[in-house]
């Protein structure tokens, strides 16, 4: 049961969101920031607690992390792509954290004019995130983070 199976219900979920058949609708916004959800950057959040499970998609890897602050599940599990190489990314929360790949790392910059996307970002390796910072140099000053860094 690897990574596939992991997010075996986010395959199907950008199609089925994209399949609009009553015409172009609002995007919908995040239930955490209320800023609308884009497909290719959202993470998909699954959080179980009491025997409920809730299925959330989220705009950012900074609202998923909130929500796991805000609703402290038993387990939780967050999908989301690299930004870079747009490699699938697992954060997986059972009492501690895991990370699928475990070189994954999070550079979590304070948003710039209200803007999180370019700021609150997931990669698959560090060497992948060094090289995505060097290229946009107003990231440098912010340190990449582990999972376990991230302080709930």
Same mark, same amino acid.
Request: glycine share 6%.
């Given at each position: 049961?690897?990574?596939?199976?992991?997010? +075996?219900?986010?395959?199907?979920?950008?199609?089925?969101?994209?399949?609009?058949?009553?015409?172009?609708?609002?995007?919908?916004?995040?239930?955490?920031?209320?800023?609308?959800?884009?497909?290719?950057?959202?993470?998909?959040?699954?959080?179980?607690?009491?025997?409920?499970?809730?299925?959330?998609? !989220?705009?950012?890897?900074?609202?998923?992390?909130?929500?796991?602050?805000? +609703?402290?599940?038993?387990?939780?599990?967050?999908?989301?792509?690299?930004?870079?190489?747009?490699?699938?990314?697992?954060?997986? +929360?059972?009492?501690? +954290?895991?990370?699928?790949?475990?070189?994954?790392? !999070?550079?979590?910059?304070?948003?710039?004019?209200?803007?999180?996307?370019?700021?609150?970002?997931?990669?698959?390796?560090?060497?992948?995130?060094?090289?995505?910072?060097?290229?946009?140099?107003?990231?440098?000053?912010?340190?990449?983070?582990?999972?376990?860094?991230?302080?709930?």
């Amino acid at each position: 049961m690897g990574r596939a199976f992991n997010c +075996w219900f986010i395959s199907a979920l950008p199609i089925g969101l994209m399949l609009n058949i009553g015409g172009a609708q609002a995007p919908t916004p995040c239930p955490m920031c209320a800023k609308p959800i884009v497909l290719t950057r959202a993470v998909y959040v699954v959080l179980s607690a009491k025997g409920q499970t809730h299925r959330l998609t !989220l705009r950012c890897i900074r609202c998923a992390l909130q929500a796991v602050k805000r +609703w402290k599940p038993e387990t939780a599990l967050l999908c989301t792509r690299c930004v870079a190489t747009k490699r699938w990314v697992t954060f997986r +929360w059972n009492g501690r +954290w895991q990370t699928e790949p475990k070189s994954a790392r !999070l550079l979590l910059a304070p948003e710039a004019g209200g803007e999180c996307l370019n700021r609150h970002l997931v990669f698959a390796s560090s060497s992948v995130a060094h090289r995505f910072v060097q290229k946009h140099p107003s990231l440098r000053p912010f340190p990449l983070l582990t999972i376990a860094d991230v302080r709930q």
